[in-house]
């Protein structure tokens, strides 16, 4: 009988235990929940790491899908692609978001471009933060792009099948650079203004129109406040939008040409 | 429907022609259409399209299974289709092969059409988790690295852009600092326009330039050397650009004179 009752009464904190961990298996068992997390995922009752439940991890994610379910072993190590490509992706991403959060205090012309950056340095929360994360991510990414295509040309990764992938590449190194150049302007400042003097007197050098394509640029003779609008818009929309039709095709073709090119 | 090769058909005419013309030379010759056979001796020009040697070696094959098998066997040792007697003896039996089956030759296929094995199995791993834990490390390890950098060193706001004030030297962005640096060298229209221009085009079409299908490091110097002297050569420009060129563009020792280089 005393061996009974003590059987009985578990101390509380296991009680505890068995108690959330009932309400936890109710939740996870619920229409709501497993209608959310499709079938392999980390969060779904009794997952388990088989390789049925390992493939459905990348089947059933809408993100993970750009990937196989299974890449070469060799793809895998960090030493033959250093992460430059997917890095590059991340900062992309990175600055999308960050950059999206400083859209939100910045206003395109010239009389109020130089004044805002300093009111979201000065007085917004995490202003100073996230535009430096913005500039700083920026010219990582111009190097990681860099970076990357150096890896890939002395993998000889650009040789066929892969020929039309470095085409792409080249235009998403451009892309990036021209993404980078354009956002130089925004702040309005005599660093924005003059650096692009600089570049845009570069171009205005093309034989035969380049007098047009400095005028189509600057939207104008010289810089001003519609070449701000105009290089706004290219910055935060178009680049960003061509640059993501590129980076589709560029991820597709890895695929389609048999995943990452293998050892030398 | 699938085609039969010409060869293969042609063949199989000739074949049939043949048969059919031993047929009729064994049936006018030896009289041997004896009272039981005449009736499969009538059947035959109808049904024969089966080659005459494969008959005979499917009849020999019968009869070694019913009857005479164990010397048949003894002699033929590993042959298997060697049993075969000569083509004129037996004559006339032969409208049906093993089984009472009529058999015919539809098409020969090559194996290599129907198994074609075009690529190796390979090492491959699951992509969950080996592939996405290396990508969330690598993504937590630049998040962090751009926070902690952004904590510490802001990025620079100059004072309000004005167009009567000049800053000496005017730079543009340390990308383009190779570009500026050219410009000290030759005419803009070729250091702004041709030389990225063609550089850039080259670039694009390395993968049809380059005709070398070997990908390793040692059958590849001519392209890794020349690829290495022109990033080199890049890299060079753009640190002289940055660091080594003061008010004027004048070229200095940045530790003499100071930077003048903003991000």
Known sequence: MAIDTEERKEPLPERLVAQMTKIGDQVQGSQAWTSIFRPGSIFRKGYTDSPRNRSYVVMNSVLYHLHPVKVKRHAVKVSYTLCLGGLSFFLFILETVTGIFLMFFYRPTAAQAWDDIYILQTSVTFGLLVRNMHRWGAHLMVITVFLHMARVFYHGAYKPPREFNWVIGVILLKLTLLLSFTGYLLPWDQLALWAVTVGTNMMGYTPVFGDQVRFVLLGGVEIGTDTLLRWYVLHVLMLPFVLVIFLAVHFWRVRKDGGISGPL | ?263
């Open chain 2, 1 to 263: 429907m699938v085609e039969i090769p010409e060869h293969l058909r042609k063949r199989a005419e000739e074949a049939r022609a043949k048969a059919e013309a031993a047929k009729a030379a064994q049936a006018g010759g030896p009289g041997a259409a004896g009272s039981g056979d005449g009736a499969s001796g009538a059947q035959q020009p109808a049904a024969s399209k089966i080659p005459p040697h494969l008959l005979e070696r499917s009849k020999a094959a019968r009869a070694q299974a019913s009857g005479g098998a164990p010397e048949a066997a003894a002699a033929s040792g590993g042959g298997g289709v060697a049993v075969a007697a000569p083509p004129a003896a037996p004559a006339a039996t032969g409208a049906t092969g093993p089984g009472g089956h009529t058999q015919r030759l539809l098409t020969v296929v090559k194996s290599g059409s129907i198994q074609d094995v075009k690529s190796k199995p390979q090492d491959k791993v699951h992509v969950w988790p080996h592939l996405l834990v290396v990508e969330f490390v690598a993504s937590l390890f630049i998040t962090a690295f751009t926070l902690i950098f952004s904590i510490f060193v802001n990025a620079p706001l100059l004072e309000l852009a004005n167009y009567n004030q000049t800053p000496n030297p005017s730079k543009a962005p340390w990308y383009f600092l190779g570009l500026q640096e050219l410009l000290t060298m030759f005419h803009p229209m070729v250091a702004g326009v041709t030389i990225p221009g063609v550089g850039l085009l080259a670039l694009m079409l390395a993968p049809y330039i380059d005709r070398n299908p070997s990908k390793k490091p040692e059958d590849r110097k001519f392209a890794i050397s020349l690829m290495t002297i022109h990033l080199m050569f890049w890299a060079v420009l753009v640190i002289i650009g940055s660091f080594f060129r003061g008010p004027g563009f004048n070229f200095v020792f940045p530790w003499q004179a100071g930077l003048f280089f903003e991000l």
